[in-house]
């Protein structure tokens, strides 16, 4: 089931996040909170994340809870630092990967 999420969470990623040039796939906006728009990429990541955090090891776990909170932090623009959800998101799956093979 670690695999499924992994590949999930890195195709979520790679359609949301880093799109590639040749695929066009629209980026639909949801609702804004605090004059930020949350799409629909960001809301199946963070089902995605939620659901790997619950297979996780509990050490893993404590990890992946608190990239959760740092990315939810950085797509709300409460951390505004350029790049840091796509540079989190990449840390999960690196870590889900590691994990994997732990």
């Known amino acids: 089931m670690l695999i499924g999420?992994?590949?999930?969470?890195?195709?979520l990623w790679f359609l949301g996040y880093a799109p590639l040039?040749?695929?066009?796939i629209p980026n639909i906006g949801l609702f804004p909170i605090n004059g930020h728009m949350?799409?629909?990429?960001?809301?199946?990541?963070?089902?995605?994340?939620?659901?790997a955090i619950g297979i996780l090891p509990r050490s893993f776990q404590t990890v992946a809870s608190?990239?959760?909170?740092?990315w939810i932090l950085s797509a709300?623009?409460?951390l505004a630092i350029t790049g840091l959800p796509n540079i989190i998101i990449l840390v999960i799956i690196i870590?889900?990967?590691?994990s994997f093979f732990r």
């Open 21 to 24: 040039s040749g695929i066009s």
């Open 95 to 98: 870590a889900l990967i590691a």
């Open 5 to 11: 999420i992994i590949i999930i969470l890195t195709i």
């Open 76 to 78: 709300l623009g409460i």
């Open 66 to 70: 608190a990239l959760l909170l740092l």
């Open 38 to 51: 949350i799409t629909l990429w960001e809301v199946l990541i963070l089902f995605v994340i939620i659901w």
